[in-house]
């Protein structure tokens, strides 16, 4: 098995390796959070518009949430925070539409891929069982922030690689420059999303929590995999059998 990164999304879907799309600051965080808190799934969106109309297509019982250059939108039920849903009361619904401005895009245009997660530090264990799993090369995607290469994103496909690696995995030269990154940089890595840029701007409106919160390692033990839905695209959860 090999595994490579990424910095940005593909303009055409990998068709054969294993796709871990990573948008660390905060969509694939808090999708990690909301099936690992038991909902049934999370269904990526691209733009709001298109959330907003699949949400009234599935009805009430799915909770409406995402972001727009970081702030929630108009009449949704949740922002894009993983804090958030870690906190939260979400019994009342099964399952979720998302729309953000980096992390659901990057999901959906990963979609032809034969296996597609969604990564973060937080289901790191899980997301690269689900990859041991199939034994297919690896590509981690950076989501990225506007369509340039975003620090945060890079810090945590290293995080990912690292695991895939110490488990065999061979790092070809996108996996290495992204483990040479994390190897240079000190202290945790909370601190780290502090000092990127997109760190720096959600600190500045207010969401510091979130990036303590997203940097925590292997909290939940779900895996998170996208698969055609009649109704769309949804990501559901996926946990290693337990051994006999």
Request: overall charge negative.
């Amino acid at each position: 098995m090999r595994v490579d990164v990424a910095w940005l999304p593909p303009f055409e879907s990998p068709t054969d390796v294993t796709c871990v799309v990573v948008d660390v600051l905060r969509a694939t965080s808090s999708i990690a959070v909301l099936l690992g808190r038991g909902l049934e799934a999370v269904y990526p969106t691209a733009t709001i518009e298109e959330a907003r109309a699949l949400r009234a297509r599935l009805g009430e019982s799915v909770l409406l949430c995402g972001e727009r250059d970081a702030l929630p939108p108009a009449g949704f039920d949740f922002r894009n925070s993983p804090s958030e849903f870690a906190a939260a009361a979400l019994t009342r619904w099964a399952a979720a539409v998302m729309a953000t401005t980096n992390g659901t895009p990057a999901l959906l245009a990963c979609a032809g891929a034969p296996l597609v997660l969604a990564g973060a530090p937080l289901n790191a264990a899980a997301t690269v069982g689900a990859c041991l799993a199939e034994s297919r090369d690896v590509l981690v995607v950076c989501s990225g922030r506007a369509g340039v290469r975003a620090t945060d994103d890079s810090l945590a496909a290293a995080l990912l690689v690292r695991q895939l690696v110490r488990q065999g995995a061979v790092p070809e030269d996108g996996a290495r420059d992204a483990l040479a990154l994390l190897d240079a940089t000190p202290g945790p890595l909370g601190g780290a999303f502090r000092m990127t840029e997109h760190g720096r701007a959600l600190v500045a409106l207010g969401f510091e929590h979130d990036l303590e919160c997203c940097a925590r390692e292997s909290e939940y033990d779900v895996a998170a995999i996208l698969r055609r839905r009649p109704e769309g695209y949804a990501v559901e959860p996926w946990r290693a059998a337990a051994p006999a």
